[in-house]
C-alpha cells in the first residue's frame, strides 16, 4: 500500500485555495515592529536624545546667564578707595563720588559705608570678625546708560586728582572670562552633540545590518518576485524612522520633563550653599520656550539622522546581497 492510499486521498484545491485580504497582507510588514532589536534601539535613540537635549539646554543656561552677567557687569563701573594715613577716608570717598555724579553717561552712584563694605568681605573672611584694624576699602558702585561710551582714561586721571588712592574699574578683565567660559561652554556642547550623533548613527547602522541579516530570506524572496532595492529600502526606512521618532519623543520630552521641574527643584534648595551657587551659574535654571523649541527640533533632528543613517546602511546592505 502506498503512503497516499495510507493516508487517503490528495485534494487538488485548484482556484480554490485560502486567499488573504488585502487589508490582512499590508497589516503583514516586512520587518516586524515589535522585536528585542527594535525596543533596543528605541532605548538607545532615547538615550542619546536625552543626553544631546540636556547638553543642548545646559549650553542654553549657561549662555543666557553669561549674556545677563556681561550686561550687567558691563553696565556698572567700581572704584576703590583704599585707606591711607593722614587722609580722611569718609571725606575721600564723598569726594570721588561727586566727582562721578558730575561725570556725562553716569545716572546713579552709590557709595557704600564701612558696614556695607566691610559685608563684602564675609564669603572669604566669614562673620564675626572685626574689620577696624583692617585697611578695608570703601567701594563706590555707579550705573552708566546703557549704550554710554565712557572716557575712562579721562574719568580715572579726575578721579585720582581728587583722591590718589582710588582706583577705577571697569570689569573689562571679568567680561572676557565670561566670553571665554561662554564660548568655551558652547564648545563643549558642540563636542558633546557630535558625538552623541556619531553614536547614534553608529547603533542605528549595527541594528539595520541585524534587521537585514535577519530578514535576508525574505529579501531574497523579494528580490525573486522583481520587488526593487527602492520598494525593500522603503519598507525597513519606514521601519527605523519610526523608532527614531519613538526614541527622540521618549528622549526629548524626558529632558523637557526635567527642566519643566527645575526651577521647583531649585526652590527647595533656595538659601543653602548649593542652591545659591547653582542660581548664580544658571540664574533660575528654566529655559524659554524658545529654548523648548530647540529641544523639540533637536528630536525629529536625531529622528531624521536616525532614518539617514539606515538609509545609507540599506542600499549598502542590499548591495552586498545581490
Avoid: C
Avoid at 83 to 103: E, N, Y
Avoid at 154 to 174: E, F, G, I, K, N
Avoid at 217 to 229: K, S
Amino acid at each position: 500500500m502506498s503512503r497516499a492510499d495510507e493516508h487517503g486521498p490528495l485534494v487538488d484545491l485548484g482556484y480554490e485555495r485560502p486567499q488573504l485580504p488585502p487589508q490582512a497582507r499590508n497589516m503583514s510588514p516586512i520587518v516586524p515592529r515589535a522585536s528585542i532589536a527594535g525596543r533596543a534601539l528605541v532605548a538607545v535613540v532615547a538615550i542619546m536624545t536625552f543626553l544631546a537635549s540636556m547638553t543642548t539646554g545646559t549650553v542654553l543656561l549657561v549662555s543666557a546667564s553669561a549674556a545677563e552677567w556681561q550686561s550687567d557687569v558691563s553696565s556698572e563701573i567700581t572704584v576703590q578707595v583704599r585707606p591711607a594715613a593722614g587722609r580722611d577716608l569718609d571725606r575721600d570717598t564723598q569726594a570721588v563720588a561727586d566727582v562721578m555724579r558730575r561725570q556725562a553717561g553716569i545716572i546713579e552712584v552709590r557709595p557704600f559705608t564701612k558696614e556695607e563694605s566691610a559685608k563684602l568681605l564675609e564669603p572669604w573672611l566669614g562673620t564675626g570678625i572685626s574689620f577696624d584694624e583692617l585697611p578695608v576699602p570703601r567701594v563706590i558702585v555707579a550705573q552708566v546708560q546703557p549704550g554710554t561710551v565712557l572716557d575712562l582714561a579721562a574719568l580715572r586721571s579726575r578721579v585720582t586728582q581728587v583722591t590718589p588712592t582710588a582706583s577705577v574699574d571697569d570689569h573689562r578683565a571679568w567680561i572676557e572670562r565670561m566670553r571665554s567660559m561662554t564660548g568655551a561652554t558652547v564648545l563643549a556642547g558642540i563636542g558633546i552633540l557630535v558625538l552623541v550623533i556619531i553614536a547614534t548613527i553608529i547603533s542605528v547602522s549595527f541594528a539595520t545590518r541585524g534587521a537585514m541579516a535577519a530578514n535576508r530570506p525574505i529579501v531574497e524572496v523579494l528580490h525573486f518576485v522583481g520587488a526593487g532595492d527602492r520598494y525593500i529600502a522603503n519598507r525597513f526606512l519606514r521601519h527605523f524612522l519610526r523608532l527614531g521618532l519613538e526614541g527622540g519623543l521618549i528622549g526629548g520630552g524626558a529632558a523637557m520633563l526635567v527642566f519643566g521641574f527645575s526651577e521647583s527643584i531649585t526652590g527647595w534648595f533656595s538659601g543653602t550653599p548649593v542652591g545659591d551657587q547653582f542660581a548664580a551659574l544658571l540664574g533660575t535654571f528654566s529655559l524659554r520656550p524658545s529654548g523648548y523649541l530647540a529641544l523639540a527640533a533637536q528630536a525629529v533632528l536625531i529622528a531624521a539622522i536616525t532614518a539617514w543613517a539606515s538609509r545609507r546602511t540599506l542600499f549598502a546592505t542590499l548591495d552586498d546581497i545581490e
